[in-house]
């Protein structure tokens, strides 16, 4: 399970009950109060499980599958709005959607109705379906609490990791988290969910300042936690960062990432052994994450870098001449600390100098490298043939910053 499967859905809007059926991770908002089931559970009809429908082939052939009809909502003398919140709360999320869509049919332009389809559709992984709900709901209210902690949830954490997606997913959240009058522990969970963003958007500093805003009111928050000590790595306090993951080891379900991210700091300490040895618990306990990775040998990855140079089209190959492209094994703390803020230590390479056209301040010669490192690298393929590609992207993506591109240029050529 990746990072992002990690967290199951959160409570919205304080409600002690709204959970999945999922075994539930992550605590962001603790209950204290046992809440009572109800006698006459408003729940609908039951209907087979529908797969969601694939998305229309074109405009002139709609291959989608037949989806069979929602069930009648059965409300119990509540608003269909209400039965739906109080079905998705005891987890029947085909009824929630039932009675949501029927709050929808009465009154199309009430937004909280929207959003209730949309957290049902989430549940029952109909995500295009989802996607649609939320953006008609936030349509019509752009402050809407529940689509928007409904809508950051599921770019953030339920979709697969993209740039747009996450920058989407940052979006929402942010926008819940800047709304006033928002309540604590809805706010802690706009927070928690801006932290993931930001980390996986590589802005180490913001995301670390919210997930102080979630452990300042749960310390214990392990999720919060994780996104602290990530956040701390990226921003290459290596001894905090070291001590933070050794605290993750205890919390069940995070011990991977935790051994995971222990060995790449014991890596930088050149303590090889007790590296591996952690490389080695973390693919024992999630070996879907970290699979072994297609690590040649050094020599190896000097001639596939030599090969990827070879393969640059000839204006390229021209405005490296000159320049060196070394093959080395992990990032050094003085290249990753020379800028503010500090560079990943999980870059894949390194242009050292300024970009063509501007002139070099002396102090080395040459002045300008281009450096690829063979750890990284290989910790990001899955085999051998996605690590030589994966090699020719990053020397053009350090190409690109030799000729002045900087990351999001680059990031919306395909580059990153």
Not at 1 to 26: D, I, K, T
Not at 63 to 68: D, G, T
Not at 250 to 260: L, M
Not at 264 to 277: I, M, N
Request: hydrophobic residues 45%.
């Amino acid at each position: 399970m990746s990072r992002r499967g990690l967290l199951a859905f959160f409570l919205l809007l304080g409600s002690c009950q709204r959970s999945s059926s999922e075994p539930v991770l992550a605590a962001p908002v603790p209950c204290t109060a046992q809440a009572s089931a109800p006698e006459a559970p408003a729940v609908a009809e039951p209907s087979p499980p529908v797969a969601p429908p694939p998305l229309a082939a074109g405009p002139e052939e709609d291959s989608r599958a037949p989806v069979a009809p929602l069930a009648v909502c059965r409300a119990e003398g509540i608003s269909p709005l209400e039965a739906a919140r109080r079905s998705y709360d005891e987890g029947h999320f085909e009824a929630a959607l039932s009675c949501a869509a029927q709050a929808a049919a009465l009154e199309p332009d009430l937004a909280e109705a929207h959003a209730e389809r949309g957290l049902a559709l989430s549940e029952l992984g109909r995500i295009p379906e989802a996607q649609m709900a939320f953006a008609r709901a936030l349509a019509l209210e752009p402050g809407s609490r529940e689509a928007l902690l409904g809508a950051a949830h599921l770019f953030t954490v339920q979709l697969p990791s993209t740039r747009e997606r996450d920058e989407l997913g940052l979006l929402y959240s942010e926008r819940g988290l800047s709304q006033p009058g928002t309540p604590p522990d809805v706010v802690i969970q706009f927070a928690l969910l801006s932290a993931m963003a930001f980390n996986d958007l590589g802005h180490a500093g913001d995301a670390l300042e919210r997930a102080a805003i979630v452990l300042a009111r749960e310390p214990g928050n392990h999720e919060a936690l994780f996104e602290r000590a990530l956040a701390l790595f990226e921003l290459c306090r290596f001894a905090e960062a070291k001590a933070a993951f050794t605290a993750l080891l205890k919390f069940p379900g995070r011990e991977a990432h935790a051994h995971q991210r222990l060995g790449l700091l014991l890596e930088r300490e050149g303590k090889w052994a007790q590296a591996q040895a952690h490389f080695d618990k973390a693919r024992a306990l999630a070996p879907e994450d970290f699979p072994p990775p297609p690590l040649p040998t050094p020599e190896e990855f000097r001639a596939a870098v030599a090969r990827a140079v070879e393969a640059l089209p000839e204006d390229m190959r021209k405005d490296l001449e000159g320049i060196p492209v070394t093959a080395e094994e992990i990032p050094v703390d003085a290249d990753l600390m020379s800028g503010e803020p500090p560079l990943s230590p999980s870059i894949l390479g390194l242009f050292r100098g300024p970009p063509l056209g501007e002139p070099c301040d002396g102090s080395e010669s040459p002045c300008r490298s281009v450096a690829l490192y063979r750890r990284n690298l290989a910790r990001v393929a899955s085999s051998h043939a996605e690590l030589l590609e994966q090699i020719q992207v990053t020397l053009l993506h350090e190409v690109g910053h030799l000729r002045g591109e900087d990351d999001e240029e680059l990031a919306a050529r395909g580059l990153e």
